[in-house]
């Protein structure tokens, strides 16, 4: 149901008699708009009778006008909207949309300009953005920058990453605001990074108040727009937004009228709260597609790890980086004898999957152009229709099909962002042809021809563009490398997950601590599910090339939990067959678990220190429940007051085994059996580095 109520004591307000202001629904969060001496449009946020954001300036600035100073309020509308809908897949069944809004209109002369700034104040957070009508004299504008501040109040705690115009594959710090210039000089580079001098961090971060507030600062629905990184002042305790500009310093190329993505701050004093939050959905249009029937979440294993580990397998068919695709006859070359996307190895992996009821197998390294992969290379190109010669894709396409099997195409463009664009309509209809409805696409590398960066507006037009046509297809996509998410999938659901953060690849380089799966629920996952690719289960590892040995930051049952804790419609289990066929009591948990949830309950929650969350089957009665601790492990007593009362289940408990440790003992779990119902309290350990999973089966009825 949809109400506009326009509230009286508003309109007085609106011309000049202060500060406007709206409350959330609840009452808890307050936010005021106002305009200071010079003009400058200045807001602040309240949380439960306390300041949380200070008066913070909002402008924009492009090269042709400025929309910054000298306005005046002429007028203000504000509506409670309460709205339940249902996305195609998620956490949730049905999602509440429930707000106060406030749009206040402002005016500045010489030259004539006007905007509108529009407030939504849910209970668990505030998004707002800049809307721009047609204006006298500017038609097409080029914006340098926006100076979108968020100003507190005390030295909070900070979790964040570096800024990076390229990059978001860096381990979270947790820091003082007064410490953040030490915690970003300690980092590393990163080979497809592009650091920026200056405090600067990444969007979403997660904020923590002494007095226990944490808040999560992202953006929503950034499209035909830049992501923003933070200039952080450190002793205003202030973040400023840094608009990711191209290579010629320009942010964006708009034409008017145009609505800026929405900012945004996710709010409470419980961290449950903040992983619940479905504010930036809610902030996305909604789904844009008629038919959704064809948009099937899936779990999918992979011929994938093979080529990060010490197993010395390629995606290049061949070493000769002459090879070229299109013009070398690749049938003439020899193969290196490490490139297992060959038919007789896919047809191994979708035995396994079909004898396990894993739906997807995902074939990394099938198409020419792996020989040229690297960016030191001039001209990277991929042909996404051009197998390679030991790929018999129309019998393998045919024997997945006789399994029940679907394949999972690859489209790595080597970050040749441009010349996928050239490629795309005749790669899908290829996918078509050859029976694949999902594409995981990737981006490694520094965006060419034009040097662009991964999250600027061309890149941000680029992946969504390759989702909605991909949809024309009636294709999944899951891509890696790309911007990072700020919800758009609720827009285009058949862009079901993205990269877009360290993932599990980076265990093959021991680089992973537990604590990073602590952190990225908080932050990265609020803009959407995250191919994380969890499910690994050989633990000890060594990196490709360089003969070193090393344990994995995890537990192999903490793996089991990361099902649950870093939910995605499109879920991976990572490693290989061999692998699972040794720990096939632990697997069936990942054979049962489902990727599409009607209800999830956050349980327990500390950033960078623990999460436990329980969530019901969207097809079934089933609940399932993970949870997951950092290097010092956690122990929780679980009230399991969300099973339906008066029924009984049968509990599936995988934990670790008291003496296990991710760095010592990381493959020693326990698998028992317990039959519970709503009263029960369940005690349940991770070890350190570790984690449990647990599968409630209602029992049949007496
Ligand atoms: C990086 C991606 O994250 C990874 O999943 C993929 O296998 C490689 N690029 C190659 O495309
Ligand atoms: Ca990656």
Redesign the pocket.
């Known amino acids: 149901m949809l109400r506009n109520i326009v509230l009286s004591s508003m309109l007085a307000l609106a011309f000049g008699a202060g500060a406007m202001q709206i409350s959330s629904p609840n009452g808890n969060l307050i936010l005021k708009v106002d305009v200071d001496a010079t003009g400058t449009p200045v807001y602040s946020l309240g949380y439960k009778g306390r300041t949380l954001v200070k008066d913070s300036k909002m402008g924009l600035v492009a090269d042709d006008v400025r929309f910054t100073d000298g306005f005046k309020v002429t007028g203000a509308d504000s509506a409670t909207v309460d709205n339940t809908w249902t996305p195609v897949w998620g956490e949730y069944a049905s999602i509440r949309d429930h707000y106060n809004e406030l749009a206040v209109k402002m005016e500045a002369q010489n030259p004539k300009r006007d905007m509108t700034l529009r407030f939504r104040v849910f209970d668990d957070g505030l998004g707002f953005r800049y809307e721009l009508g047609y204006q006298d004299n500017v038609n097409y504008m080029t914006l340098r920058q926006e100076n979108t501040e968020f100003n507190f109040d005390a030295d909070h705690t900070l979790f964040c990453i570096p800024g990076d115009y390229n990059t978001d594959e860096y381990l979270w710090s947790e820091t003082k605001f007064s410490g953040l210039k030490d915690a970003l000089a300690k980092y590393p580079g990163h080979n497809d990074g592009e650091n920026i001098s200056g405090t600067v961090v990444q969007t979403p971060l997660l904020l923590k108040t002494d007095d226990g507030v944490y808040v999560s600062l992202h953006e929503a629905a950034v499209d035909g727009y830049p992501c923003y990184l933070m200039d952080v002042d450190t002793e205003k305790y202030s973040f400023k937004s840094h608009i990711i500009p191209d290579k010629l310093g320009v942010g964006a190329y708009l034409q008017l009228p145009v609505n800026t993505p929405w900012r945004t701050l996710i709010v409470s004093d419980d961290a449950r709260d903040i992983l619940a939050s479905q504010m930036i959905l809610n902030l996305n249009e909604p789904c844009k597609y008629e038919d959704t029937s064809w948009i099937k979440p899936m779990k999918f294993i992979g011929v ?1 790890w093979e ?2 580990i010490g197993t010395h397998r390629t ?1 290049a068919y061949s070493d000769d980086y002459r090879a070229k695709p299109g013009v070398t006859d690749y049938s003439k070359i020899p193969s290196n004898g490490r490139h297992p996307a060959n038919t007789a190895n896919v047809m191994k992996y979708i035995d396994f999957a079909a004898k396990h009821n894993i739906p997807g197998v995902l074939v ?1 390294g099938w198409n020419q152009g792996w020989e040229d992969w690297g960016s030191y290379r001039k001209n990277r190109q991929f042909l996404f229709d051009k197998p390679y010669p030991d790929f018999d894709i129309d019998s393998l396409t045919a024997y997945a099909r006789s399994k029940g099997v679907q394949l999972i195409m ?1 489209h ?1 463009t080597s970050a040749n962002a441009a010349d996928y664009e050239r490629q795309l309509d005749r790669a899908f209809a290829y996918m078509k042809e050859k029976g694949y409805n999902s594409v ?1 696409t ?1 981006y ?1 590398g520094q965006i060419i021809p034009r040097s662009e960066r991964h999250a600027s507006q061309w890149m941000v037009e680029h992946v969504r563009h390759v989702a909605e046509r991909a949809a024309d297809f009636k294709i999944m996509v899951d891509s ?2 790309a911007p990072r998410p700020t919800g758009l999938c609720r827009t285009y659901p058949n862009w079901l997950a993205q ?1 877009s953060a360290r ?1 599990g ?1 980076y265990e093959a380089m021991g680089v992973n601590p537990p604590s990073h799966t602590c952190i990225l629920p908080f932050t990265r996952l609020k803009g959407g599910p995250m ?1 994380y ?1 969890p499910g690994l289960f050989e633990t000890k590892l060594s990196t490709y090339g360089e003969g070193r040995d090393f344990q994995a930051g995890t537990t192999l049952a903490r793996q089991l939990a990361l099902y649950l804790t870093m939910p995605s419609p499109l879920q991976m289990a990572c490693d290989l067959p061999e692998n699972y066929e040794r720990f096939p009591d632990a697997f069936a948990f990942i054979e049962e678990v489902p990727v599409d949830w009607k209800d999830s309950r956050y349980l327990e929650a500390e950033p960078n220190r623990y999460i436990v969350v329980a969530r019901q089957d969207k097809n079934s009665d089933n609940w399932y429940m993970g949870g997951i601790a950092n290097e010092d492990g956690h122990t929780s007593t679980v009230p399991l007051s969300f099973l339906e009362k008066g029924r009984k289940y049968e509990a599936v408990i995988y934990a670790d085994a008291p003496d296990a440790h991710y760095k010592t003992n990381p493959q020693a779990y326990v698998i028992s059996r317990k039959k519970v119902d709503s009263k029960t309290r369940l005690k349940l350990t991770a070890a350190p580095g570790g984690g449990y999973a647990v599968a409630f089966h209602p029992l049949p009825k007496k």
């Open positions: 994938w080529m990060f995606w990394e690859h790595e995981k990737g490694v890696h490398e990269e993932g690849e191919d690719t």
